[in-house]
């Protein structure tokens, strides 16, 4: 059974930085390419950040380029979203999603606000 397990969210203030991380288990996680997802509340879900298999090829949104970064740890399952300079308009429930069979995690809070 696959699953996807979000950690990392909170409350931080403008300027801050937070380490998004999600655990992955159930398939090949090596094999897969792995994205990071927002959907703020009123919104549609949003790609924010894409790591390629096995090159580690990041692409990001324009909005969040230079600021965040996309990582993985094929020995632990897991990737990574560091999260630094942190906006206001970045609040929303994060998601990772793989794209080996399409699954997706259940999503952390993140909340920017003083």
């Known amino acids: 059974q696959v699953h996807l397990v979000e950690s990392g969210g909170g409350l931080v203030q403008p300027g801050g930085s937070l380490k998004l991380s999600c655990a992955a288990s159930g398939f090949t996680f090596r094999s897969a390419a792995m994205s990071w997802y927002r959907q703020a509340p009123g919104k549609e879900r949003e790609l924010v950040a894409f790591?390629?298999?096995?090159?580690?090829?990041?692409n990001y949104a324009d909005s969040v380029k230079g600021r965040f970064t996309i990582s993985r740890d094929n020995a632990k399952n897991t990737v990574y979203l560091q999260m630094n300079s942190l906006k206001p308009e970045d609040t929303a429930v994060y998601y990772c999603?793989?794209?080996?069979?399409?699954?997706w995690g259940q999503g952390t809070q993140v909340t920017v606000s003083s």
């Open positions: 790591i390629t298999n096995h090159s580690g090829v990041t």
């Open positions: 999603r793989s794209h080996l069979g399409d699954y």
